[in-house]
């Protein structure tokens, strides 16, 4: 089984409206990370935001906010107020130390900002 | 404070030649990953260390590949013989122990056989 699917291979969003990446993952553990990855057309791999499994509030970095609904195994990304720089890829990602606390990364999702 | 470093950030080079591409991790980091991404197939994790140990290299495609992590500031990732279907970009990332550390990845090394 995947331990994280990203169901979304693109999605538009028009400038400056909001927008969520679906993220679903799926291990035993108790303790893991989530967390989402920017991918610019540059091609480096920019952290953008972490969620942990026994953090009882939804985690936020400026524009990013993570949606984490832990019974359903979901982390999915929130852009608020879009920006044509948020044109990317965007990976979402998981570890746990259950498997050796080894990063396991989603097919991710590419984002296109309409001016 | 440096980043994760990798060595070089372009190559070309021929079918049948050996290719080494060279990663220095962030100081203190436990664990260091190297991936390779093409079109095709997406992120893939080769192979990862801790604490200079090799963990997991299920991912490394065949023989012709091998790493070496000789001490906690330098590994190696080495292509021998090399071939058109290995070209893509190989990154190194980095990060501490425990599931909470985030990874930090270099700016890669894109591989181009021809």
């Known amino acids: 089984a995947q331990k994280i699917t990203q169901t979304q291979p693109g999605m538009f969003v028009q400038e400056k409206e909001a927008v969520t990446l679906d993220c679903t993952y799926d291990?035993?553990?108790?303790?893991?990370?989530l967390f989402w990855y920017k991918q610019p057309s540059s091609g480096e791999m920019i952290f953008l935001i972490y969620?942990?499994?026994?953090?009882?509030q939804n985690a936020t970095e400026g524009r990013y906010s993570l949606n984490f609904q832990k019974a359903r195994k979901s982390a999915n990304l929130v852009i608020s107020a879009s920006q044509l720089g948020d044109s990317a890829m965007y990976f979402c990602?998981?570890?746990?130390?259950?498997?050796?606390?080894?990063?396991?990364f989603g097919t991710g999702t590419s984002l296109t900002v309409i001016p | 404070d440096a980043g994760v470093i990798q060595s070089p950030r372009h190559e070309v080079t021929e079918m049948g030649q050996e290719v080494t591409l060279r990663c220095k991790p962030i100081?203190?980091?436990?664990?260091l990953f190297w991936y390779r991404q093409t079109m095709m197939r997406g992120l893939e994790l080769l192979i990862y260390?801790?604490?200079?140990?090799?963990?997991?290299d299920s991912g490394m495609p065949e023989d012709r590949f091998s790493a070496k992590m000789p001490n906690a500031s330098f590994s190696t990732l080495k292509i021998q013989p090399s071939e058109p279907r290995d070209s893509a970009v190989y990154f190194c990332?980095?990060?501490?122990?425990?599931?909470?550390?985030?990874?930090?990845f270099g700016e890669g090394s894109r591989l181009t056989v021809l």
């Open positions: 990332a980095s990060s501490f122990n425990g599931y909470t550390g985030e990874l930090f």
């Open positions: 291990t035993s553990d108790q303790s893991y990370g």
């Open positions: 969620q942990g499994s026994y953090d009882e």
């Open positions: 990602a998981m570890r746990e130390p259950n498997t050796g606390n080894q990063f396991y």
């Open positions: 100081s203190g980091h436990d664990y």
């Open positions: 260390f801790n604490n200079n140990v090799p963990i997991d």
